[in-house]
């Protein structure tokens, strides 16, 4: 925990740095018009940094404590998050429909080890049911593809 | 304030679409709430888009029926799967899980949705009676009062929220800044964009949302293993009879834990400690509290009243102020100024039909819902049966499909991702979520406010002590700022007299 406590504590002040680098660019002081567009930022930065060296100095003083991930915990978080990425990385080229139901139907066979009948239908049944409720009955559309072009839509 | 106007609003929420729309809300927000992952805030989030292209009366009320639904719902996954759906519900698993167990499931659950429901229309009432009041002073608010308020909302946050008070002003800082981010409305600048046009539009905290809590608390709760195991529950007509019966012995239980609920409630972050708080007075003023933790039908009551009572609250100072008491209230709020309106103490004067509809759909929201998750537990718990292979894809994709809808932008579902695995990381080292969305949404908001009063004081900040209201708001303010360096030398001092027992885990 500590040491993830620390690298969190120091990323955020680097986010920090750089805010209070733009806000400089913008003027921190006082124009004609009130508080120039940096002011705000830099003030908050100015905490924040203060805020996190508080936090990494808590946690230094701490013994090591619980790891903040076990290797037993790390897979599951692993093969949850990385096939989901994969889902956004499809949705950028082959549009939501396709890439929700190849992510479906992948996860199904991966950890759920389905037979090939249910993941057809399931992952089918998510993209028909969310382009009927999203895209015709409230006109929300959604990011489309190659498929949907030869479809016409 | 006259009942003509309450009388108005009944007529807007019983019209037969506005209750179809209330039943619909009810069951969606109840399949949102026992889903993992899914909660008020988020469900609300992914569903807003739906709301685009609806009146505003009919669009608050799926909302606010959303929110009653995954309140009824959180209860069922605390009781039967001692799962807590939402952070307020963990109180109710200490003695509603045991209670299953011993196969008095459905008196639990029984007592949860009545709980709720008292506390709700307790809460409710007390809004129909105040709203107006607020609503009429907050209308001779000028800019440092409204920065005052917004100081204390965030600082209770810091001081009354539990948890570690400098993690709980990083999220604040964070979500402050997150808002900066984009065009400058005042001065037309670009900030924070480091040249990048995809940063050109800024965060949007609804996507925000829907990351943190949903695909973060997916990751955490996969990290726990790949399966739930509950506990059957038969609920009949004749178990919820009995169980009413039994209940009103406990109107002490019920009265002090809807008081706790509504005054922690329409402050930010309220549900949790309210129900914390009123779990531990419950146990402190009972005959036999060494029943607590063991199945005691209290035990349940006294939570879910102040949950409720609290929930319902957090709905007051977003209605009359425009300043959202909680993640799900700052989701509504979104929803408000997308369909064109514009929160506030105005909205009274303004749209008399859309506020009183709004209020009058809080009781028949309630009572159509306390109705039918009585009638239909089994099919909600089912669905804590649907396998996690299934849940986990179907709820990333359900997200992705909300994160896009909110301004038809492939970047927010990139954000959605980037925001799940901060909430995950936040979640585990104990940084506070809600806080963080709150600045996000009040952001413009705040900085207006600060700059508008600096421009009338001509840059002193005094000028937030110099007017009464505002002078009051701000030491209070300052007080629960400084509550978390004081603490430890109050509790010396009272050290040696008995205290009741309250901890308090932050967010909520």
Redesign the interface.
């Known amino acids: 925990m500590r040491t993830a406590d620390l690298t969190t504590a120091l990323v955020l002040m680097a986010g920090g740095v750089l805010v209070i680098w733009d806000s400089l660019r913008l003027g921190i002081g006082w124009s004609s018009d009130g508080p120039q567009s940096g002011f705000f930022p830099f003030w908050l930065a100015v905490v924040l940094i203060a805020s996190c060296a508080a936090i990494a100095w808590q946690a230094g003083r701490r013994g090591r404590g619980r790891p903040f991930l076990t290797r037993a915990q790390l897979k599951p978080v692993l093969t949850t998050l990385l096939p989901s990425a994969g889902f956004v990385v499809l949705t950028q080229f082959i549009g939501l429909y396709v890439a929700s139901a190849l992510f479906m139907g992948f996860y199904m066979r991966w950890i759920g080890r389905y037979g090939w009948i249910p993941i057809v239908l399931i992952s089918v049944l998510f993209p028909v049911v969310t382009f009927v409720v999203f895209e015709t009955w409230f006109l929300v559309p959604m990011p489309k593809g190659p498929l949907e072009a030869w479809l016409g839509y | 304030m006259g009942w003509e106007n309450l009388l108005l609003g009944f007529g807007i929420a019983l019209q037969p679409h506005n209750l179809a729309v209330a039943v619909l809300g009810i069951t969606l927000g109840t399949i949102i709430g026992v889903l993992p992952g899914l909660g008020g805030a988020n469900g609300v989030a992914i569903l807003l ?2 709301t ?2 609806m009146h505003p009366n009919s669009a608050i009320i799926l909302l606010t029926s959303l929110y009653w639904g995954a309140l009824f719902g959180g209860a069922i996954t605390s009781i039967l799967f001692n799962i807590p759906g939402e952070p307020w519900s963990v109180a109710t698993t200490f003695d509603g899980y045991p209670m299953a167990r011993q196969g008095r499931g459905g008196e639990a659950l029984t007592a949860a949705f009545t709980s709720s429901f008292v506390g709700a229309l307790f809460a409710v009432i007390l809004i129909t009676l105040f709203a107006p009041l607020l609503a009429e002073i907050a209308l001779k608010f000028g800019p440092p009062e409204f920065f005052a308020i917004q100081l204390l909302t965030f600082s209770s946050f810091i001081g009354l929220g539990g948890g ?1 008070p ?2 709980s ?2 999220s604040i ?2 979500g ?2 997150l808002a ?1 981010a984009g065009l ?1 409305i ?2 037309g ?1 670009l ?2 964009t ?1 040249g990048i046009t995809e940063l050109m539009k800024g965060f949007d905290f609804i996507v925000a949302v829907i990351g943190l809590f949903g ?1 973060g608390e ?2 955490l709760s ?2 726990e ?2 399966s739930f195991r509950g506990v059957h529950a038969r609920i009949n007509p004749k178990v919820v009879w009995q169980t009413w019966k039994t209940l009103p012995r406990y109107y002490r239980t019920f009265i002090r834990s809807a008081f706790i609920g509504f005054w922690m409630g329409f402050k930010p972050g309220g549900a949790t400690p309210a129900s914390f708080m009123s779990y531990a007075f419950a146990k402190r003023f009972s005959r036999n509290p060494e029943r607590f933790g063991k199945g005691a039908i209290e035990g349940v009551v006294a939570p879910e009243t102040a949950a409720h009572a609290a929930g319902s609250a957090a709905l007051l100072p977003m209605i009359t102020l425009g300043i959202p008491g909680s993640p799900t209230a700052a989701v509504m709020l979104g929803g408000l100024i997308i369909w064109g309106l514009q929160p506030g103490p105005m909205l009274f004067q303004e749209k008399p039909d859309f506020v009183w509809g709004l209020i009058a759909s809080m009781y028949t929201g309630n009572v159509i819902g306390v109705a039918m998750v009585l009638a239909f537990v089994p099919f909600f718990a089912a669905i804590l049966r649907i ?4 849940l ?3 709820i ?2 359900v997200c ?2 909300g994160s ?2 909110v301004h ?1 932008s ?1 970047i927010d ?2 954000y959605m ?1 980037l925001f ?2 901060i909430g ?3 979640k ?2 104990d ?1 506070p979520l809600a806080p963080l969305v709150l600045a996000l949404v009040l952001g413009d908001l705040a ?1 207006n406010a ?3 009063s ?2 009338m004081s001509q ?1 002193s900040l005094l000028i937030l002590f110099q007017r009464p209201i505002s002078g009051v708001i701000s030491v209070v303010a300052l007080l629960f700022f400084a509550l978390p360096v004081i603490n430890p030398y109050i509790r010396r001092a009272r050290a040696g007299k008995p205290t009741v027992e309250v901890s308090t885990p932050h967010d909520g």
């Open positions: 888009p739906l685009f292209s570690n400098i993690k002003l990083v800082l964070i402050f800044i900066c400058d005042v001065t600048q900030r924070l480091f695909i997916i990751l996969v990290e293993g790949l396998p996690f292979s299934i986990t894809p179907l990333v994709a992705a499909v896009y809808a038809d492939m579902i990139w991702l799940g695995v995950y990381v936040f585990k080292l940084y900085e600060l700059r508008q600096l421009i840059g």
